[in-house]
């Protein structure tokens, strides 16, 4: 999500503090917060799929291989 859209979430929550907002506003308002949403989840989840734990026995587990149906990309 680029800052533009961040900023622009941030005018419209003020207006609607202050004013109110249009229909259209408010529409507006629900899709950039929606796809702020998508994009904090696609980046946890990133982030979840490339975290590995060292196993007491001495292996490594990939959870992203484990739980996050991350294949290995074998040549």
Request: net charge negative.
């Amino acid at each position: 999500m680029n800052p533009n859209n961040i900023e622009r979430i941030n005018e419209l929550y003020h207006k609607s503090q202050s004013v109110g907002l249009t229909e259209e506003e408010k529409a507006e308002q629900a899709a950039l917060r929606k796809a702020y949403i998508e994009n904090i989840r696609s980046n946890m989840r990133a982030n979840l799929n490339s975290i590995s734990i060292q196993e007491k026995d001495g292996t490594i587990t990939d959870l992203g291989k484990k739980y996050g149906g991350i294949q290995d990309v074998q040549s």
